[in-house]
Every structure is written in C-alpha cells, then in structure tokens.
C-alpha cells in the first residue's frame, strides 16, 4: 500500500507539474492579460534611433565617443520627435540556450523592437554594455541632451537566457552603484535556460512557453508595466594556497587579498571573488554538476533543450557514486565533515558562531531564493511554531539571511527534490564562512547559481571561503 500511495503521489506531482507549466504559458501568451498590439508595444518600447544606434556603436567597439559621432550622423535628416519611449526597452539574448529557440527568438526581437535594441550575448558581454552603452548615454545626458537623458533614467533591461545568464548581467549593472551611475536599470526575464529559478520567483515562469511568439509579445508588455522588486546579492570570496583555480566560472575572477583569515596560512596564498544570486553549494551537487557541464561541453548535441538537459543530468548524477558509494568505502567517506568545517553570522550579532555538520550531510547548499533546482521548494514553508523553536524567520530574497540545509545520500536528495519530504535544515546566516582541509580529499567540488568548479585540496593549509551580503540589493521586475 505505501509502494502505491507514493506511487499515486509521484503521478500526481508530474500531473500538477505539467498543470503548472500550461498555467505559464497561457498566461505568458495573453490570454489572462491585456491584449496589445504590435504598433502600441513599439511606441512604448522603441528608442529613438539615433540614441539606440549610439548606444550599440558604442558597446561594439568599446568607445563612448565612437557612439556619440554615430549618434550625429544618425541624426542628420531625421524629423521624429525628441521624446523618450514610456518604458526604453533592450534586450540581451543568450542563442545557445533555450536549444533551437535562440536564434529565432531573437529574430523575432528583431520584429517587436528594432535590431540595435537587441544584443546577442556571443557578441556583445553585458560588462560592455555597462561600461560603453549605458556611459554613452550618459556622456549625452551630460551634454545637454534631455532625449538621452530621459531614456537612460527609464531604461528597463530583458535578459532571455537561463540563471547563470541572468546572474551574468545582475554582476555587471553592480558597476553602476559602484560607480555611482545610478539608477540601475530594473531587469525582467524570459526563461530559455534548464531551472530558471530566478525566472519562477519573480513571476516570469519556469520554462519558455509553447506559443512563444505571441508570449515574446506579451512578455515584453509585462516588462513595461511590471513593478520593481529587490533581490539579495551575495560575495563570495576564496582565499587558498598558492595556485591557480582552473575552470573557473565567468563570475569568479583573481582579486586582491580582502579577507580576515584566522588560521595558519603560506606566505603566498591566492584569492578569488564573485557575487551569486541563487544558491552557492559544496559536496555531491556540485560534483554532479560539474561532470554534467563536461559532457554538454564535450557533446554538445546531447543537450538539445531543457528536457534533455534534466535527462543527461538525472543519468549522471547515477555514475558519480551519490546513489551508490562503492561498499568498499567508508560509508561517511564522502560526508563534508571530513572537510569541511562551518560557522555563520546570524542577523545583528558580529560573533562568528560554529554550527555542527552532520557526519550524513554530502551536499551544503546556501539558498537565497525561494526556488531551487528547477522550481523546487527544498528549504519548505515552515511553521510558525517551527520557525520560532529552531529561531528561524520566514525567508525571502531580499531578507539579508542565507537559508543553509543539507542533503544526504542521492536517495534523500530524490525525495528531498520530489518534495517528499524536506531537507535538512541547518541554519539561517547573516555571513557564512567555510573553513576546507584536504585530509582523504585532494579537492572539492563547489558551485554558484549552477557554474560549477573543482577547488584543490591540500593537507598542510586550510582553504577558506567567505560568503557575505552585498551593501545593495539588485533590481528585479515582477512579472507576476
């Protein structure tokens, strides 16, 4: 009867599940939203062209004063009025996500705004952007252009790719409260990539939608009304023994020693930073996630969409000995306490505190959003009861706190990712700071917002890494 009752409770989350992902799509194509037209949307959403032709020249060619000269010669003969769009629209498309959608999506971009509004991210990087797009605007404003001027202050940002692509640009528009280049433009979402979890918990979906070229329509209409909401950001930091990481994802780059170490250290060490949004993780996942990357990069015609990336991904997490350590092992060889050792800021209170890890616990995951691995809830929606006795509080995204749970074997992670049962609850962290010594190990496998990496180990120098909340939030739209 219990074999028959999960069994009856899997059908039916698979039958939620697909409720859930044509609830999106109708939604996403209109049918529960106001209808707009083609010629409406483009009023709304179009720069002038001598602006959006300044702004493109100066991305590509990585010259602010390249755009404004283009910016001239485009506006030799042009007779359209001086006035900004009401909600100045561009778009960043990543055409390798989302299989076969890439490059027709961005054809139909094309269509709805105009062809210098729309970046594909193979040829032009969001830091570019950043620092020759949005500065030639602002170059213009300062010159006494009130067009400019009013279209850099309106400026809304699409981003069509997965998490990491999205993570990509919130990194980079982090340059402009650095910079004190504000505002930041508020950005919206068009899910192509596997999980989408940042896409889920701002409303914009977990996948992209089956009648996608009207729902393109609609999504860039959502982006012109939808209200702005605040996400966490976190930085991360790595400071290590002398080397070098190989592999690293694209938002983790060599810096400068920042870090307090408490411990012994060589005199040489390395460091390394990044800023993640979603989750960042260390153990089993992680391990997983980096053999996946491998194969989709060494077959990449294996990984054709996100249906086949879930498959590809479910059948390796089977090779990698989380289902099944080898009998001849220990049966906690792989548990991160043999590594790894934690201790967490909780909110107002400045003292470092260690937390035990359980000797079980083969994957640490620190969450920031309420999504995770493709819209599931593992963290859950705790009691009140619950939540007082454990000194827990309600999370959300932008709440200053990291949620920190742990999952065990790969047969708990299935039940924990079914939304069988919940993970283990760990602890909720103001800043986190891991301490990792090799002893049986020679290296670890960690990851954020899904961009794994292999960091060494070694038996005489401790490695530490130092998680702490960003002084500023980044901007979402609600797409709800």
Known sequence: MAGSDEASGAAGRIAYAARVSIWESLKACGFFHKEISKEELRQKIVMRKYLRVAMRTASTTKDVSAGVEAASSALVGDEEPMVAPEAP????????????????????????????????????????????????????????????????????????GGDG????????????????????????????GTGNDLSRTFGWGGSFPFAWR????????????????????????????????????????????????????????????????????????????HGFHHLRNEKPYLAQGPVANKLIYAGYSCTQGWFCTPCAATP????LKNIVRLFIKRANCSEWEQIH?????????????????????????????????????EAHADDGLLEIFGLKEGWHA?????????????????????????????????????EPWKQPLTNDYSTFVEIKKMPYHSLLLNGE
């Open 414 to 450: 299935s039940f924990v990712m079914a939304e069988f049962i919940k993970a283990k609850h760990i602890a909720q962290a103001a800043a986190i700071k891991l301490e990792l010594r090799g002893g049986q190990w020679n290296r670890a496998y960690l990851q954020i917002d899904g």
């Open 214 to 289: 009207s729902a393109v329509k609609q999504l860039l209409y959502k982006a012109v009304i939808a209200p702005i909401c605040r996400l966490d950001s976190w930085h991360l930091e790595i400071a290590m023994p002398e080397g070098e990481l190989k592999e690293k994802p694209y938002s983790i780059k060599q810096k400068d020693k920042e870090m307090d170490i408490e411990g012994e250290m060589p005199e040489k060490i390395s460091c390394y930073g990044g800023v993640f949004y979603n989750y960042f993780s260390i153990g089993m996942d992680a391990q997983v996630a």
């Open 165 to 192: 692509t999205v993570g990509w640009l919130l990194g980079s528009l982090k340059d402009l409260y650095e910079s004190k280049r504000e505002p930041v433009p508020p950005t919206a979402i068009i899910p192509l």
């Open 357 to 393: 890890i359980d000797s079980s616990v083969r994957s640490l995951v620190c969450l920031n959003l309420y999504n995770y691995g493709s819209g599931r809830h593992p963290w859950g929606d705790l009691k009140p009861d619950y939540l007082e006795k454990r000194g827990f509080v």
């Open 89 to 160: 629209l561009v778009v960043f498309v990543n055409s390798k996500s989302g299989g076969r959608h890439g490059p027709e999506l961005k054809e139909r971009l094309h269509e709805l705004l105009s062809e210098e509004q729309v970046f594909d991210l193979q040829t032009i990087k969001p830091p570019d952007f950043v620092s020759y797009g949005l500065a030639c605007l602002e170059q213009m404003a300062a010159q006494g252009d009130a067009c400019a001027k009013d279209t850099r202050e309106k400026l809304r940002i699409v981003v069509a």
């Open 332 to 335: 906690n060889l792989r548990g």
